[in-house]
């Protein structure tokens, strides 16, 4: 967390610690801030808070033993924290004991605490007897635990009181104990007897599994175990036996049944009625489980430890055996768990063991039965086998916290690998503790002597394993060096083509070419000696553990490889017949024999064979795979000369169609970038170069050292060293246009963008339950699957459905208005649009059409008025208009059919009434509807009225033709009077009181809907075509009707679908903003609040009408009445809740995901539903829920119960322990989720203080343990007592020490994972969102696993994202836009056609069992791991997984908004991409796959940061030697020359650098999906928007960071994982906050560029036009600019006068503290200087001999100008150089001595001293005027100086860093230090003065505001800054 989060933290520490002491108020005697030594008396105090409000004098009698029982368990108080807390108590103690009792009742204090006990068990426990339903079971289990406290404290009253205690109560308590023993707290299944006729254990399925686990027949139990009753099960016998934590069995037991029971169900639908768990389910689950051991056993050529016994009865028990012990072993490893090689391990003993024991072994040593080496006692499997092993893990993670390299120190990797060699098995079992494995390396162990005083010494330390990850650029080309070679030798061809003959690429058939082509194999020899050699050198530290034929497969290599550096160019040598100068050369070391051109060709022949035989097995990869897997010794011979044999990394080859088409894209890929090259690049170089060789120069400007040198070589260089550059370069560009091309298409038939605009969704809408049918209900029986094949691909259509299938419609009315409903809460539209948007929930029987939502109908009934009003009586033509329009003819009949009805209902007079309703009537109908809406008594009279102006418009107006009067005759009931009715008459019509039934009692919901709807219908007038108005509404219900067109697989019912479970690591962020947090202004005065209602303000006005206000005062009114009343503050948690859903929050996150359950409800509800209950509608059973739920096998328990089964989700909130336990108020945030979603779980580290049992002394030694944790009582409605919103653990299991020894995230994550269930695991980050209508398709998503993709089942389904915070700022925009374009088309092209999509650490789903048992869904190692998810792909992929990408469903996601948090988060991922190149898997990657898919391998992981790397080198080069031809005088020489005065090849290499440069790979993609997804003109407009929003600014500012942090972390490490903050960026960042962070990764390098630009065009103008150039060197100065002045350009108010003024103030404090110990670096510029530079510590002597090389480019500049002076105009003299190397020392020199004199005289001295620093300036200023006098010397000159000298300072300042230890023992590190501040004053003043100056000018602010922010917010940011302004006068005038 960033700076606020600490202190935010001291604050809150700080208070509980004051407020301890005194009489601060009793809230903060919270039951849970209680020390963790002290943690057994946290229940009392929970007791005492409960009963507090019913006898005050218990609740002080259980304090009053807490605090006995405090002081018992830590007398010495030696616990932190534990004396306060004693103290605290004892005070409370004290005010509380005479108030209490005044209140007592009985005479004494034990009589009081017996009634109590008895009054409190009739109350609570015996009526709550038979607990049928969760919530009561919840109660029932708090109530036993609360009277099993009170009579502890009862039985310690009456001891001190001496009082006998009541048979009676002992009697109770007797039962009590025994309940609480049973009723201990359950995750999800209750598995105690009492629980048995809850929902979820009537499942046959769970009760078989049940049954299953409880079969010990014929087990062999432990002398001394006492049994329990009959629920015993196998697990009991494996923890009696192996020793396991009693909490890890309780929590394997239930992962075990559900994931039986959930396996069960889906294989076999049908539920049989005897319960009895199917050996089908059994063994897949086993098969799943033990691929990985099984494999292990055949690698390592092991006999596997699974034997089933003979006899049948017994094979179920033993595999359940096997199962249960691997769960367990798994459950308890901890960090073990990255190890999974190391887990087969410890199970293949354990399992051999278990065998034994079963088979009754009789030990040979000991002639008893055989017994488990580590057995038995409490925790014995934890201390002897899982600590030693992570003891080892713990010590090297120590060491690599030091800073060492990562060749210094093992990581889980290394300790993984161990095990993947036989030598494993000489760690013996029970493990030896000497064994290599255990040993340390030297710096630990010169402490340990030996008894012969022999140290222990380095020899033993293993090393590392396999691979060892050194810091060098070689990794990129000894991964891939393939590609590297493929790429110089097509190189090669090209320029010996172009170069001799015609140039034509036909050319290369004249024979003398083609010869020459030949050496291409030269080259490729020598290429593979270098990869060779390479080998060797970067794994020798990994020598120690290699074993010997590895080691003579690298010797061997070597030897071959230079054995054919020679054969090759002899051989060649000798098939020339008149040899060329390089074969001449070698010819004339041997024989000069005649020439045989045979004997090359049969090298070559020779040399190629064993590429042959690989294009071979290319072609048919499944023959490649058989290979790999196999393990006969004659294939691994053949396959040990290719590659080593590795565990990992063996059959990743894919069917030979998906080869096809990742063949066929790189194909035509590489011809387009090769044919480009040539013609563009390298054919049009040849020509002007051959013209420059042949140029001879005699005259240089500067001194030459090669005067003679031939063929002018520097320029040849500098003019070829670019293009070279862009030619490895420009790959990438080719592959960004590419991918864009084919993304687009199999995105195009993916049908995305079909449905993208509400217009297309009203088109198809009348498809959409048809297709709602078709892809969220499971078939029926009946109904045939779906067709595939192209047809179907092209066009996806659903049958309409027809009115009388009522189920359909009404289904489809649930689903719909589910999702509507979700988005009025979330505040997405207001109650109208929900009202136009809902589908009726009851479907109305009597009406048979199909009710389509009110949008799509509104103001149809008006216009068909309309028409029927210009009909003029023409009937049948007015039907036949009406029915042109589909949704018109719909509106008119239903309304028809409606009004029948109500008025039918209404009117129940004995003469029954028939009207038919035309224009006319439509008014007064509104106004029945009016009154049908209020349903008041008073409105009856006008009903009345309403109904006799009806008749009558009818009798007058519609009835004056010749039927009138059989019309009255029915109205009168044919009663024979003729002509009109009286009106008196009339009266009586209506009027009676049984006549109308008006009010109407009750009122349904279902009439109250049908009257909303009919009241839309006729009213709204104008087209409901922005409905709904909000943006993401309409995104997002776009994107959902879209996607049911989309192809996916058919859902199963809830019961057979996929279980899985959902794990969100969680560490310090926000999880609900508080109402202080909504209101702090920022120094703007802009506060969060006001900030999101400008930039949500139709989402705010939706909330107010939610909340029922009608504006902003009166929600202000309101809150100020909630503070007052001290009541429940409703109105302020909603108010957080609506902000918090806005920002990036733990609670979005949770309620996103919770959005799982709710939909996993409804369609159960829907697969479960009769159909009275489905025509009743989902809402109906929700509204009912209350009476329900008594009921125990109530539909909805149903529903409830079989979601538990199918989805969990735990929140990893690791720091949850020492949160609650410091009352910080994330706790308490984190509390309200889990009571307000009773399913949701929260697994934390709990830190524990233990007084140790061994030692007397007072040291308390910590204890860690994983716990679990849920709400205590789920949220009741109706109870009225206050209930303490308190958690309840769950599961405890003990960890061998602090849980986080790597990287934080991934620790996190593994340390949780054992609490998931289920056979999915999705991983969501903190920053995600998900949606209603998206969780709906989940279950279809999980089908995925059973679905075809390619040779392997899928192991991770990759899904898309959709950005959410795009709308906060331009930036925002921008990367938001080249995220989605990532994780959309993007990884879509990845997972097909190219199969190298790995894990992006976003909402992937995993197979669970396919990870638990592999590493995990991350790894773990310091450092090398900083991008852990990518490796949970990269590990999954290595271990033949397979990963695919889904677009029919999304998750949201937040990104960072502010230019610093986005480039803190770039360099994350580029540090974290430096240390990839490092890692193994990178490797593995690159040499497994094969040749193609290496290469989409490179093009997106690595390749990516390396071009960008490349693109920004190729700028330096091309001006470095731009420098190199200006100053000495080359390029004056040349001028006349082709290649220097028009170079096109030059231009073009320039323009694809600055295509990279400006975004274009990002925005080509970016606009393409755009196109898809929401149409090409929108596309467009985006893209010219973003082009005026400066987004080339953007991309090029951050191709400098990418390109910083990934070139730094290769050569000298220092990569750390920064943690971006997810607030709102709408603060000014200080300039020297700014400077801070960007100053080594851009300022410095720009200011570079800008001098080589400045030298190059002062010396190089006088020649040269200027149009040439601008052209060559404009993207060059754009870059420069941006990278000096984009952090102030995107900063807010950055150019606000106010502003520049305090940031100038706050930049000269921080330039000028002194730095020192515990001076932080924002506060002093020398600590950050000093931190700059930690990197260099650890880098080595490699990087710091790099980093003096790299500094030596500096001292080019001072050479090169100081021959350019007039003083130096006459001589070329190497004396020149050397004089002004003389002045340079003198400077220093003098500033040496006056900061010397300083220090020594300047107190004692003080005149003298002043005197000297005089004469040395008038020396100064003599020595100047006498240069400008005598030699001539100009002002130019004196530029120049300065030109020259800059660069040579900064260069002795990068050496003197380099070298910090030497200069440090030198004594001038003090003088370095004020070097470097001045240079940095002087950076500092060039960037701050353009700032400031643009700042005098008001209207920048306003351009740059505009720019940044969206229109409303940036109009509201004005209006603040002046509201600001007045106060801040105001706050001036005061202070005056």
């Known amino acids: 967390m960033s700076s606020r989060g600490g202190s935010d933290q001291q604050s809150q520490r700080r208070i509980t610690r004051t407020q301890t002491a005194g009489n601060l108020g009793e809230s903060i005697f919270d039951s849970e801030v209680v020390p963790s030594s002290l943690v057994e008396i946290a229940p009392i105090l929970r007791v005492a808070n409960e009963i507090e409000s019913d006898n005050p004098r218990v609740a002080y009698l259980c304090r009053f033993y807490a605090f006995e029982k405090a002081h018992r368990l830590d007398p010495t108080s030696s616990g932190r924290g534990v004396r306060q807390f004693k103290t605290a108590l004892l005070q409370r103690l004290e005010r509380e004991n005479d108030p209490t009792l005044m209140g007592r009742v009985k005479k004494s204090d034990a009589r009081e605490m017996q009634s109590f006990y008895q009054h409190y068990y009739k109350k609570y426990i015996q009526a709550l007897q038979n607990a049928a339903d969760k919530a009561d079971r919840a109660r029932l289990t708090k109530a036993y635990q609360t009277a099993n406290v009170l009579f502890e404290v009862l039985k310690a009253v009456n001891m001190t009181q001496s009082v006998e205690v009541d048979p009676q109560i002992l009697e109770a308590h007797d039962k009590v104990a025994k309940k609480t023993e049973i009723y201990v707290p359950y995750n999800i299944l209750p598995l105690d007897p009492d629980s048995a006729n809850q929902a979820i254990m009537r499942y046959p399925e769970i009760q078989a599994a049940v049954l299953a686990l409880r079969n010990t027949r014929g087990l062999p139990w432990p002398k001394d175990y006492k049994k329990k009753k009959d629920d015993e099960d196998i697990l009991d016998w494996l923890q009696a036996m192996f020793g396991f934590q009693k909490d890890n069995v309780a929590n394997q037991r239930e992962h075990l049944i559900l994931l039986l029971a959930n396996v069960h169900i889906r294989q076999f639908p049908k539920p049989d009625q005897q319960p009895k768990l199917d050996d089908r389910a059994l063994t897949e689950v086993m098969k799943k489980l033990f691929k990985n051991y099984r494999k292990w056993c055949k690698y390592l050529d092991r006999q596997s430890s699974l034997w089933l016994p003979t006899i049948q009865q017994e094979v179920q028990q033993r595999k359940l055996l096997y199962m249960g012990l691997y769960l367990l072993i798994w459950g308890e490893a901890a960090n073990l768990r990255f190890m999974p090689e190391c887990l087969c391990y410890i199970y293949h003993h354990m399992a051999f063991e278990l065998y034994g024991m079963l088979a009754g072994n009789v030990s040979p040593m000991t002639g008893e039965n055989v017994k488990p080496a580590y057995g038995g006692e409490e925790e014995a499997f934890l201390r002897k086998v899982v600590s030693p092993i992570y003891e080892v893990i713990a010590k090297e993670a120590e ?63 293993m090393g590392k394993i396999n691979f060892v990850e050194i810091r060098s650029f070689w990794h990129v080309f000894r991964s891939f060096d393939r590609m590297w070679s493929f790429f110089i030798l097509c190189l090669q061809v090209m320029i010996i083509v172009a170069w001799n003959g015609s140039g034509q690429p036909s050319s290369i058939f004249n024979s003398d070419v083609f010869k020459k082509s030949l050496t291409v194999f030269i080259t490729a020899a020598i290429l593979k000696l270098g990869q060779a050699v390479l080998d060797v050198i970067l794994s020798w530290k990994a020598r120690r553990s290699m074993s010997s034929h590895v080691k003579l497969r690298y010797i061997l290599k070597v030897v071959s490889a230079a054995a054919w550096v020679i054969v090759l160019p002899v051989t060649y040598a000798y098939s020339w017949d008149n040899p060329p100068g390089f074969a001449q050369t070698i010819k004339s070391w041997f024989s000069q024999s005649s020439s045989s051109p045979s004997l090359f060709i049969l090298a070559v022949v020779v040399y190629l064979s064993p590429n042959m035989l690989a294009a071979i097995l290319f072609l048919f990869p499944f023959i490649r795979r058989f290979l790999e897997r196999s393990n006969y010794r004659i294939v691994m011979l053949m396959m040990w000369w290719s590659q080593p044999r590795l565990y990992v990394g063996r059959g990743m080859h894919e069917s030979t169609f998906s080869l096809f088409k990742y063949t066929m894209f790189w194909v035509l890929l590489i011809i387009t970038k090769l044919a480009f090259s ?330 109250k809907e049908k009257i909303n709807r009919l009241d839309l219908l006729l009213t709204v007038k104008e087209s409901a075509m922005d409905v709904p108005s909000n943006l993401d509404a309409r995104r997002r219900i776009s994107f959902f009707s879209n996607s049911l067109f989309m192809n996916m697989p058919t859902a199963p019912k809830v019961r057979n679908m996929f279980s899985f479970s959902v794990l969100t690591p969680y560490y310090t962020e926000d999880v609900l903003f508080s109402l202080h947090d909504l209101e702090v202004e920022n120094e703007d005065g802009v506060s969060i609040l006001f900030y999101l209602q400008k930039i949500f303000p139709d989402e705010w006005s939706n909330f107010l009408e939610r909340v029922k206000c009608r504006n902003e005062e009166e929600f202000r009114m309101k809150l100020q009445k909630e503070e007052e009343l001290k009541g429940p503050k409703e109105l302020e948690e909603e108010l957080r809740l609506w902000a918090s859903y806005r920002g990036q929050t733990l609670t979005k996150t949770v309620r996103g995901m919770m959005y799982y359950r709710k939909a996993l409800e409804l369609q159960a509800f829907l697969d479960m539903a009769h159909d009275e209950d489905l025509m009743e509608g989902y809402k109906a059973v929700e509204l009912n829920m209350e009476d329900n739920s008594k009921g125990e096998r109530s539909l909805w328990a149903q529903c409830q119960a079989v979601t538990d089964m199918k989805f969990t989700y735990v929140v990893s909130c690791q720091q949850y322990g020492i949160h609650k336990r410091s009352g910080d108020t994330r706790a308490q945030d984190i509390l309200k989720l889990l009571t307000t979603y009773p399913s949701l779980r929260v697994a934390y580290v709990d830190e524990v203080e233990e007084p140790s049992k061994e030692r007397p002394k007072k040291i308390n030694q910590k204890v860690y343990y994983s716990a679990l944790v849920k709400a205590a009582l789920p949220k009741s409605s109706n109870s009225s007592d206050p209930v303490q919103i308190l958690d309840q653990v769950i599961y405890k299991i003990k960890l061998p020490g602090p849980a986080i020894l790597g990287e934080g995230k991934p620790e996190n994550q593994n340390h949780a994972i054992i609490f998931t269930r289920g056979e999915g695991l999705q991983t969501i980050d903190m920053n995600q969102d998900n949606y209603m209508e998206e969780a709906l398709k989940m279950r279809n998503l999980l089908q995925e696993f059973l679905e075809e993709h390619g040779v392997r089942p899928p192991t991770i389904l990759g899904l898309r994202e959709h950005i959410f915070t795009g709308s906060v700022s331009s930036l925002a925009w921008f990367m938001s836009n080249q995220e989605t374009s990532f994780v959309t088309i993007g990884q879509r092209l990845l997972a097909n056609p190219l199969k190298v999509r790995f ?29 852990e998810d990518i490796f949970g792909g990269f590990n999954s992929t290595l271990r033949e997984g397979n990963v695919t990408h889904h677009e029919y469903i999304q998750v949201g996601k937040g990104r960072d908004v502010g230019l610093n948090q986005i480039s803190m988060f770039e360099a994350k991922i580029a540090n974290g991409n430096g240390e990839q190149t490092l890692s193994r898997d990178i490797y593995r990657l690159g040499h497994r796959f ?447």
């Open 399 to 461: 060491r690599s916290k030091r800073g060492s390299k990562h060749s210094q120190w093992r990581n889980y990797d290394d300790l993984n690998e161990y095990f993947w060699s036989v030598d494993c098995f000489r760690l013996g079992w029970p493990m030896r503790a000497d064994a290599d494995f255990f040993c340390l390396p030297f710096d630990q162990l010169q402490f340990v002597k030996n008894g012969d005083n022999r140290p222990a010494g380095k020899e033993r330390w």
């Open 678 to 1007: 040539y013609y563009v690049e390298i054919k049009p170089l040849v020509g002007p170069t051959k013209a420059i060789m042949n140029v001879k120069i005699r005259n240089f400007q500067w001194h030459e050292f090669f005067p003679r040198a031939k063929d002018n070589l520097g320029v040849v260089i500098a003019l070829w060293a670019p293009i070279i550059l862009v030619y490895f370069m420009d790959t990438q560009i080719w592959y960004a246009i590419f991918s864009t091309l084919f993304g687009g298409i199999y995105g195009a038939f993916r049908r995305l963008g079909e449905i993208r605009t509400l217009g297309m969704l009203r088109s198809r809408f009348q498809s959409l339950p048809g297709a709602f049918n078709a892809c969220l209900i499971p078939l029926e029986k009946t109904e045939q699957t779906k067709k595939k094949g192209l047809k179907a691909t092209l066009s996806r259509n659903f049958a309409e459905i027809s009115p009388n299938k009522e189920k359909e419609a009404a289904r489809f009315a649930q689903l719909w208005n589910k999702i509507i409903t979700s988005f009025r809460e979330e505040d997405l539209i207001n109650n109208r649009e929900m009202g136009l948007l809902l589908v009726p929930y009851w479907a109305d029987r009597d009406l048979d059409l199909i009710q389509w939502p009110p949008f799509l109908l509104a103001s149809k009934i008006p216009i068909a008025l309309d028409m029927a009003k210009d009909s003029n009586g023409k009937d049948r033509e007015l039907k036949k208009r009406i029915q042109t329009d589909n949704y018109m003819y719909c509106a008119v009949r239903e309304c028809y059919a409606s009004f029948r009805n109500i008025i039918k209902f209404l009117v129940q007079g004995a003469r029954e009434k028939e009207m038919s309703a035309l224009p006319g009537l439509s008014e007064h109908f509104v106004k029945l509807i009016k009154y049908l809406l209020d349903n008041k008594q008073e409105d009856r009279d006008q009903v009345v009225i309403l109904f006799q102006d009806m008749l009558e418009v009818m009798t007058r107006d519609i009835m004056m033709e010749d039927h009138i009067s059989s019309l009255v005759d029915s109205i009168h009931g044919g009663s024979g009077h003729e002509g009109m009715t009286p009106l008196d008459q009339q009266y009586q019509l209506f009027a009676s009181s049984g006549a109308i039934k008006f009010p109407i009692h009750p009122v349904t919901e279902a009439w």
């Open 1399 to 1427: 894990h992006y650490g976003h909402p992937d789903v995993f197979d669970r069992l396919f990870h638990l048992t592999r590493g995990g869904v991350s790894k773990a190692s310091k450092n090398i791991n900083l991008s």
């Open 1490 to 1936: 094969d040749f193609f898919r290496m290469l989409s391998c490179y093009f997106t992981t690595v390749g990516f940061y390396f071009s960008t790397l490349i693109t920004v080198l190729t700028v330096y080069v091309f001006l470095y030697g731009r420098l190199y031809l200006v100053l000495s005088g080359l390029e004056e020489g040349l001028i006349t020359q082709k290649a220097i005065r028009d170079n096109k090849p030059l231009q073009v290499a320039l323009a694809s650098q600055s295509f990279v440069q400006i975004g274009f790979l990002m925005a080509l993609p970016m606009l393409m999906e755009i196109g898809l997804e929401r149409g090409f003109r929108t596309a467009l407009s985006d893209f010219i928007l973003m082009q005026l929003q400066l987004a080339p600014v953007f991309f090029t500012f951050s191709l400098g960071t990418k390109t910083h942090y990934y070139g730094r972390t290769l050569l000298h490490g220092g990569a750390k994982y920064r943690p971006t903050g997810r607030g709102f960026v709408v603060f000014h960042a200080k300039f020297a906050e700014n400077y801070r962070l960007y100053s080594r990764s851009h300022f410095v390098k720009g200011m570079e560029m800008m001098l080589l630009l400045l030298v190059y065009q002062i010396f190089g103008h006088s020649y040269r036009g200027s149009v040439a150039y601008i052209f060559i060197t404009v993207s060059m100065w754009f870059m420069v600019g941006t990278w000096l002045f984009a952090p102030f350009l995107f900063n807010p108010s950055g150019f606000e006068w106010q502003k520049i003024v305090d940031d100038w103030t706050d930049w000269n404090k921080w330039i000028s503290n002194r730095g020192g110990i515990g001076v932080p670096p924002e506060k002093s510029w020398e600590s950050w200087w000093e931190e700059e530079q930690e990197h260099l510590k650890y880098s080595g002597k490699r990087g710091t001999i790099a980093e003096i090389v790299l500094a030596l480019r500096f001292f080019i500049y001072q050479y090169g100008l100081v021959y350019h002076l007039h003083i130096a105009e006459k001589t070329k003299s190497f004396l020149v150089y050397g004089i002004s190397w003389l002045v340079i020392f003198l400077i220093l020199f003098v500033m040496k001595t006056v900061s010397v004199g300083r220090r020594r005289f300047s107190a004692n001295f003080q005149l003298m001293f002043r005197l000297i620093k005089g004469l040395i300036f008038l020396t100064f200023v003599s020595i100047l005027v006498t240069l400008i006098a005598l030699p001539h010397m100009t002002v130019q000159d004196i530029i120049v100086c300065i030109l020259a000298f800059m660069p040579t300072g900064w260069g002795l300042l990068l050496i003197a860093q380099a070298c910090k230890p030497m200069v440090h023992q030198a004594g001038f590190w003090g003088s370095v230090r004020t070097l470097a501040r001045g240079y940095e004053v002087v950076m500092g003043l060039l960037l701050f003065t353009p700032v400031a100056f643009l700042a005098w000018f008001p209207f920048v602010s306003e351009f740059q505001t505009r720019m940044l922010f969206n229109q409303a917010f940036s109009r509201g940011l004005q209006i603040s800054r002046i509201l600001g302004g007045q106060r801040k006068d105001r706050a001036s005038r005061n202070k005056e």
